[in-house]
């Protein structure tokens, strides 16, 4: 597999303004999506062994505060670990759950 080199960053805007889809030089892709009172942003980057080169994809999701609640991050095509944070009233980290 050969990477996709490319010399400049290319974004894409939704109908808002606001950076869908970011193209990176380096082959990896960023994703974002708004919905309601959330923001899913996945990153996919091209993880290169001796052996291998996967893409790999770390999705996080934020809520209206900015605040961490799920965290994807694929390990290997087939493996993925989910992380998912709770907070109190007073934006306190309460649970973090694997």
Do not use: C
């Not at 996080?60 to 505060?65: G, I, M, S, Y």
């Not at 609640?69 to 944070?85: A, G």
Request: without cysteine.
């Amino acid at each position: 597999m050969e990477a996709n080199w490319r010399d400049w960053t290319e974004t894409q805007l939704d109908g808002l303004g606001r950076a869908a889809l970011v193209h990176r030089p380096d082959g990896a892709d960023l994703e974002t999506t708004f919905a309601g009172d959330t923001t899913t942003t996945t990153t996919r980057d091209v993880a290169t062994s001796i052996s291998t080169a996967d893409t790999l994809a770390t999705t996080t999701v934020t809520d209206a505060l900015g605040r961490l609640r799920l965290l994807e991050e694929q390990e290997t095509s087939t493996n993925t670990y989910v992380t998912k944070y709770e907070y109190d009233i007073g934006d306190r980290l309460t649970d973090i759950a694997l």
